[in-house]
């Protein structure tokens, strides 16, 4: 059963810091090509920010933080590229999961990872059993994932649950499928890099979501920039279908 409701069939409170932040970490390639190094490069200081942002999250009492890591359409970019990222994906489940652990952050890994090798595919499983019960920090990484795939394997999960039912469905039967399941809509969706689309991430779960879009590449995105996107959705009217001056009659009552 989901633990949390749909955005348009129930108004969600909104705080004024996010509780549940998505991002697209975009432009570790360019930043790496501005300096005269290989693509790679710009790989390895993005997953130094990954560090940095989860930091940032725990201090600002964030509480979900979802990054879109490796969508199911990088499987076109260059071979040698995606080999190497996968080996970086290796290398950082090897070397980060203890402090995960310690700073109380889960992990969960979303999407088709029986793509991945078998060691990297025991990696996830391990870490995310080790991080099972830390509950400061929900940290998901979407690796290999899209949202056109998420919406699909959810319906298939569900017809095969139910397969006597016919007509009727609803948007709660299928929320139980989905990937994120297990967390509340996000407030707040960030794409560094400048690029402004979402391109197949979370797309049932950003129906109400608040976008920010910066041209910052991501190995540039410090706690400063962090701030500013924060601040940006603090300025924000969430109305959820309603109107101005019901919020203000809220405010006021």
Not at 131 to 144: F, S, V
Request: overall charge neutral.
């Amino acid at each position: 059963m989901a633990l949390f409701t749909s955005s348009t069939r129930q108004v969600p409170e909104a705080a004024a810091v996010p509780q549940h932040v998505a991002v697209i970490m975009d432009g570790n390639g360019r930043w790496a090509k501005k300096r005269f190094m290989p693509r790679f490069s710009g790989h390895a200081k993005g997953v130094e920010m990954v560090r940095k942002m989860v930091r940032a999250c725990l201090e600002r009492g964030i509480e979900y933080l979802t990054l879109f890591a490796f969508s199911s359409e990088n499987w076109r970019r260059p071979e040698e590229e995606v080999s190497l990222l996968m080996q970086l994906f290796i290398k950082a489940l090897e070397q980060q999961v203890d402090k995960l652990d310690e700073n109380g952050v889960r992990l969960r890994i979303i999407g088709d990872i029986t793509r991945f090798d078998s060691r990297l595919q025991e990696l996830i499983r391990a870490a995310e059993a080790r991080t099972a019960a830390n509950e400061r920090l929900q940290l998901t990484i979407a690796a290999n994932y899209g949202g056109r795939w998420d919406i699909m394997q959810a319906v298939n999960a569900m017809l095969q649950a139910q397969p006597e039912k016919r007509t009727g469905w609803a948007e709660a039967d299928l929320e139980p499928y989905l990937s994120m399941h297990f967390a509340p809509e996000p407030d707040l969706f960030i794409r560094t890099g400048g690029e402004e689309r979402i391109s197949n991430f979370l797309l049932w779960q950003l129906a109400y979501t608040e976008l920010y879009f910066t041209s910052t590449l991501w190995p540039e995105f410090d706690r400063s920039k962090f701030d500013l996107a924060i601040a940006s959705y603090q300025k924000r009217e969430r109305r959820f279908g309603r109107t101005g001056e019901q919020l203000a009659g809220e405010a006021n009552a």
